[in-house]
């Protein structure tokens, strides 16, 4: 037998790294020719699962999301009467207008900040940049909870001492925001000074060139190219908000309670198919934010044409 | 500055632009300013205070007595919690091993056999990840609960049913299930990296396939491996939701002990040694990750999420 049968076993396989086999070396060496599809077969089953896996439980919420019965797991037919249930109550709707201040403000904060910062760390010396990455990163990385309690701690001990001079602070949005801007302004900061990276200098040299005042520059060169970039930070920042549970549930007060939060109690305490239905709109929510906010990163992240063409 | 700096091709216009930026130097502390503050008073104070209470002891009504005694982490190695140290450090070495042998072979068969459709793969990993932690945590709830989907199925076939959820199995699926994603992309990205001309060498030189694999794919994609064991480790260390959800909120592990320990007990001191314990575990993380791989990793990687 020749190598033609078992070299074509995948057709459709592109070329990797790892298989440029020609029918010429496999020929005659069937064990081996068998232990390989014995590998493939694997791989591509390992892949299948693992896609199953990652669907499956996201299309289970939504499927009954639309379930008529009032048991969450015992389908009863197609309806929508979750979703106006979801609608029409007050525990849900209060939720979800505090969610929405608080990532508006987030966004808005984060944004802000993160974008001038992301300004102005490039132009700063050294030390002051190896500070600033050691801030961020570390506003990423250290677990959730330890930043939530810790600013719970902080935060309940300055409030008590400014309550002994006379200064009246709560636990409330105000907060929680402040928790979340923590966490964006890194990203923010990350998303922005990636975009600089990829920037064409020659354009704002051009300008300054051409005597424009710095302002100008800023504006009418320097900001242009950043929007995509600073728009998917926002993006990111106002979805960050909608689906915190862990600094929100550490860093609110009495009636800021967030939409997450009032899911998150939900399922702890009785689940209802209200929260499939809210779990839809919620997931089809982030999902169209997210998408839109890495097209624009992945448009961000190439060359602009111009730089394209300068530097060809 | 930072370009001057890694020697780009137009250096002296860039040189030029340096000295005008220095004469502002005002203007960029100024727009940096907020953005530190924001850190000096959400992060730095927050886990200053917490090393500061961590060091004292429990207040009669809660709260903390300023004290510089160590109470607090002598407590935490306490019979009574050793417990929690143990399943938290077993399912933060557990979860991030189940990710890498879930995570490798799938980065893998995207990056070697994808072809055209690698890119589509890649998003396909990633969407989930990017839809609402909660809801995918939640998702489970239904599968798993006693008269969830997993036992109907069970059920149908004539199999007992299986008591999984508030119980470490459904901790482990929601951990494999919520942070595949962060194990996948920086294997996927250093497999994409990797010069195919070495693996043919290899061939060439009539190295076996799994050889090839051994010799010269796994040493040059291990970066790959340990950014996503970063990104994985250290914040399963003090997961919270997932416990809170699939383990049925006890506590069992040092996120969840943590909070409460903070919120319901009103022993500061102890929930905060915990917290110092954590902070220190990421610091060992991260000092052994910069030692191993660098600085550049982690941004490479980073970038893609």
């Given at each position: 037998m020749t190598a033609s049968p078992s070299s074509n076993a995948?057709?459709?396989?592109a070329v990797g790294p790892s298989d440029r086999a020609t029918p010429g070396r496999t020929a005659g060496r069937g064990a081996v020719r068998r232990r390989v599809d014995l590998v493939e077969a694997y791989l591509r089953a390992h892949g299948a699962i693992a896609y199953l896996f990652l669907y499956v439980p996201i299309a289970i919420v939504v499927l009954y999301s639309f379930n008529d019965s009032r048991y969450v797991l015992v389908w009863g037919g197609f309806s929508l009467r979750w979703y106006q249930a979801a609608w029409t109550d007050p525990q849900v709707l209060n939720p979800l207008k505090t969610s929405l201040i608080v990532a508006a403000l987030n966004m808005v904060c984060a944004t802000t900040l993160g974008t001038l910062a992301a300004l102005a760390i490039v132009r700063a010396p050294r030390l002051v940049r190896l500070a600033f990455d050691a801030l961020i990163y570390t506003a990423l990385i250290v677990p959730e909870v330890v930043v939530a309690l810790a600013s719970l701690l902080f935060l309940n001990s300055a409030f008590g001492f400014l309550g002994d001079v006379g200064v009246r602070l709560t636990f409330g949005i105000p907060t929680i925001v402040a928790g979340h801007v923590l966490w964006n302004l890194s990203l923010v900061i990350l998303v922005v000074r990636a975009r600089m990276a990829g920037m064409d200098r020659s354009l704002i040299e051009a300008s300054q060139d051409l005597f424009a005042s710095p302002w100008r520059t800023f504006t009418q060169v320097t900001l242009p190219q950043l929007a995509p970039a600073i728009l998917a930070g926002a993006l990111l920042s106002f979805t960050f908000s909608m689906d915190d549970v862990v600094l929100s549930t550490f860093l609110s007060g009495v009636g800021s309670t967030t939409l997450p939060m009032r899911v998150f109690s939900m399922i702890r305490f009785g689940v209802t198919p209200a929260v499939n239905a809210i779990s839809a709109v919620m997931l089809l929510l982030t999902l169209v934010v997210i998408v839109v906010s890495q097209w624009l990163v992945r448009r961000a992240g190439r060359p602009s044409p111009a730089a394209e063409a300068t530097s060809g | 500055m930072t370009d001057a700096a890694t020697g780009g091709p137009a250096r002296p216009p860039l040189e030029a632009a340096a000295g005008r930026q220095r004469g502002s130097s005002r203007l960029v502390a100024l727009l940096a300013l907020p953005a530190a503050a924001w850190y000096v008073l959400m992060l730095v104070a927050p886990l200053v205070t917490t090393v500061v209470i961590s060091a004292g002891e429990r207040g009669d009504q809660g709260g903390f007595v300023p004290q510089f005694t160590f109470s607090a982490y002598a407590a935490l190695l306490d019979p009574l919690y050793a417990p929690v140290l143990r399943t938290t450090f077993i399912l933060a070495v557990g979860g991030t091993v189940g990710c890498f042998l879930a995570a490798y072979p799938l980065a893998y068969l995207l990056a070697?056999?994808?072809?055209?459709?690698r890119t589509l793969g890649l998003i396909l990993v990633v969407i989930p990840f990017w839809t609402s932690f909660l809801i995918r945590t939640y998702a489970w709830v239904t599968i798993l609960s006693p008269n969830g989907l997993l036992n109907g199925g069970l059920g149908a076939v004539g199999l007992p049913p299986l008591d999984?959820?508030?119980?470490p199995v459904a901790v482990y699926i929601g951990i494999l299930y919520n942070y595949l994603p962060l194990m996948v992309f920086p294997i996927y990205v250093a497999l994409e990296r990797l010069d195919p001309a070495l693996v043919e060498a290899s061939k060439d030189l009539g190295a076996s396939r799994w050889a090839t694999f051994r010799q010269v794919t796994w040493p040059l994609t291990l970066p790959g491996v340990a950014t996503g064991v970063l990104l994985v480790f250290v914040p399963l260390t003090g997961e919270w939701v997932i416990p809170s959800i699939l383990g049925g909120?006890?506590?069992?592990?040092l996120g969840t002990f943590m909070a409460n320990q903070v919120t319901?007990?009103?022993?500061w001191p102890l929930g905060s040694a915990a917290a110092v314990l954590l902070i220190a575990v990421m610091l060992i993380v991260v000092a052994v990750y910069l030692r191993l791989v660098g600085r550049e990793g982690l941004q490479r990687e980073v970038s893609l999420l």
């Open positions: 995948l057709p459709s396989r | 070697t056999r994808g072809g055209r459709r999984l959820l508030n119980g909120g006890k506590s069992y592990y319901d007990s009103r022993n």
